[in-house]
C-alpha cells in the first residue's frame, strides 16, 4: 500500500512559479514510477508529467513541455512538480500517482493517487 500526500499548491500570478511535492509512504517508493495530472473545474483529470522509478526517463504533457519539470528523491520519497511561467489555464486540482509499472495517462487506472493540492494562477 502506498500513500500519496501532495502539497505545495496556492495562488499565484501569471507568470509565477509554485513547487508541488508528493510524499509518499511505504518502503517500495524507488520501484513506483510516478506521475503528476490536474482537473480544472467542470473537466476530467488530465496528465501533466510522469517519471521513471529510477528518475532517467521523464514525459510531459504538450501544454506544460518546457514549463514544468517532474522530478524525484528516492531517499526522501518524494517527487516534485516544478511549476514556471504559470498561465491561467494551469489553474487546478493537482494529483500526484504512483503506479508498479508505468503511468497511464488515465489518472484512475494507476495503483495509486492522492487528495490533490489547489493551484490557482490569477492573470
Known amino acids: 500500500q502506498v500513500q500519496l500526500v501532495e502539497s505545495g499548491g496556492g495562488l499565484v500570478q501569471a507568470g509565477g512559479s509554485l513547487r508541488l511535492s508528493c510524499a509518499a509512504s511505504g518502503r517500495t517508493f524507488s520501484s513506483y514510477a510516478m506521475g503528476w495530472f490536474r482537473q480544472a473545474p467542470g473537466k476530467e483529470p488530465e496528465f501533466v508529467a510522469a517519471?521513471?522509478?529510477?528518475?532517467?526517463?521523464?514525459n510531459y504533457a504538450d501544454s506544460v513541455k518546457g514549463r514544468f519539470t517532474i522530478s524525484r528523491d528516492n531517499a526522501k520519497n518524494t517527487v516534485y512538480l516544478q511549476m514556471n511561467s504559470l498561465k491561467p489555464e494551469d489553474t487546478a486540482v493537482y494529483y500526484c500517482?504512483?503506479?508498479?509499472?508505468?503511468?497511464?495517462?488515465?489518472?484512475?487506472?494507476?495503483?495509486?493517487w492522492g487528495q490533490g493540492t489547489q493551484v490557482t494562477v490569477s492573470s
Open positions: 500517482a504512483a503506479d508498479r509499472s508505468t503511468i497511464t495517462t488515465m489518472l484512475d487506472l494507476n495503483d495509486y
Open positions: 517519471i521513471t522509478w529510477s528518475g532517467g526517463n521523464t
